[in-house]
């Protein structure tokens, strides 16, 4: 894997963080590269030189999210659905920001169901009707309804500030998914 300049990365970093920044602020139509320029203190051509445009950008960070949300999920194959789940609550709280403006913002029926495709490919794997409780059920009927309510889950713990810590949150939604799934 090629060594990324410093610099390079940095100036990424801060476009991507300006933008989330001015997402939470106000609608994404409103936003412009001279809005995220400023904001990261970079030139419009710096922007231009990553990213096509504000759509490019937003595609490409939440891509960035649903990757890393990816690894995680396969790192956590050989833990059971709590122990993930702590992994991935932590992860939503280490990227509050993110998910709390994707989730709450005008962006967020873009990343809302790309944040629901990626889970319902997740549970797909995890579905198993061999099982008592599942047998007789349609794997997609399953797939869909823990897949809504956990990205519901996640959605209402994160535009509610995270009432509760990432481990609670993950023991009670785990347990859950351990009786569905």
């Not at 030139?43 to 960070?61: E, Q, V």
């Not at 944040?115 to 399953?142: A, Q, W």
Request: aromatic share 12%; glycine share 4%.
């Amino acid at each position: 894997m090629p060594k990324v300049d410093r610099r390079i990365a940095k100036s990424q970093e801060a476009i991507k963080k300006a933008f989330i920044e001015l997402m939470s602020e106000k609608s994404f139509d409103n936003i412009t590269i001279q809005d995220i320029s400023d904001r990261a203190n970079v030139n419009r051509g710096t922007i231009y030189l990553h990213y096509t445009d504000k759509f490019d950008l937003l595609d490409k960070i939440i891509g960035e999210h649903i990757n890393n949300m990816s690894n995680f999920c396969e790192s956590a194959i050989e833990m059971d659905f709590i122990e993930a789940t702590v992994h991935c609550m932590e992860y939503f709280e280490s990227n509050y920001l993110f998910f709390s403006t994707m989730l709450a913002s005008e962006g967020a029926s873009y990343f809302r169901s790309r944040f629901l495709e990626f889970n319902i490919k997740e549970f797909k794997k995890d579905v198993d009707l061999t099982k008592g409780k599942n047998s007789g059920h349609n794997e997609d009927v399953i797939v869909q309804f823990v897949a809504n309510a956990y990205v519901g889950i996640v959605e209402w713990w994160l535009k509610n500030g995270m009432p509760y810590p990432p481990r609670v949150m993950a023991e009670q939604v785990g347990d859950l998914l351990e009786r569905i799934v």
